[in-house]
């Protein structure tokens, strides 16, 4: 008799970034060309600088690295915060394999299970797998797009309290919404904290990437929070380096700093090779974050101004990060995200979303949302601006529902893919 699963694997749930790939990939056998805003997957190039240091490595035994980071790796880290006026000290810092495993160790080290934390949705949907991982709840605070999904007044985080939370988890710059959080915002959800005495683990991953003069405010600068926050980090985003698979996790807190060692022992380390190329971080001047700031908000600004000219769909222009959450004229976005890629495409080529139901908590919410990613070359993106436009008026008559005023005709190079059967 095979034995049942766990409840931790019967209850993991499929990721909707990742999960319509299997249609992705038929797509791409019949010859359909794909522009994937479903992902955020920058296509600028790694800095060249980081690209030599890999090429330059001689070490002939590729050997495991201290648990915590190499002492290079962590002097890049505190430079680079220094840079931004937060002082750390290297046993306040640590080397994990991708933001996932910060985040992953700060639930670990802040709750038991069957504990729960708060989370403003929309939310980063691996939040929901690492919280199932951990066997945490998480209770949402709804973030509306009428507001551009700045965070809920005070009186709610209130009422969200639960007799067993122990932490908030707080995604700035926000992804999926591309929200900028203000200095209040930051302060009222520390005070929060400090006055229920909750750890605040902060997901600055996206802290560079802001617009129109704004700036991301570190929950680290928080006055009289220095034992509450947590704050996750990546460089794949960063330096487009995602498949190096390097974070880190920094913490003032000494007994949370030394469980997540012991965590990070039992995994033995993370990528020595990653960490090699990050040292070379530090020979990049401030000219290359705003060229790559510069850049993606042009790519917002492109986005924004085609997708706002499409019929029925809503959506508030991000202040960071490179994502966005859009309502479309449908109600269901995954239906519609899997008709574009089996049953839609105009001249050879289609997109990709990701429906954003699986950024909810709460039941019933994102049903007609969609996140974008805006990590495509500017003509890309208005070619994908195009595409999105013609199959939201050919999903709509496939569905039988009312056109939309001013709607585009479908053209006559839409080809409707009927799939087999199975």
Known sequence: MTPPLSNRARLMPASPIRKLMPLADEARRRGVHIYHLNIGQPDLETPAPMRERLAQYRERVYAYTPSVGTPEFLQTLQEYYRGLGLRLGLDELMATTGGSEAIQFALFACANEGDDALVVEPFYTNYRSFATMAGIGLVPLTSRAEDGFHLPPREAWEGALTPRTRLVLLCNPNNPTGTVYSRDEVEMVGAFCRDHGLFLVSDEVYREFVYDGREA??????????????????????????????????TRNRELYQACVRMAQGRLSAPGLAQVVATAATSLGPEYTRGVVTEYQRRRDVLFEGLSGIPGVFLRKPEGAFYFVARLPVRDAEDFARFMLTDFQQDAATVMVAPAQGFYASPGLGANEVRIAYVLKEDDLRAAVALLAAGLDAYRKARDLAPLPGAPAVDEGVDFHVPAEG
Request: aromatic share 2%; glycine share 8%.
């Open 217 to 250: 405010h570190s929950a680290l600068s928080l006055s009289g929070c220095e034992e509450l926050v947590v704050v996750v980090d990546s460089l794949s985003k960063r330096y487009s380096a995602c498949g190096i698979r390097l974070g880190s996790l920094a």
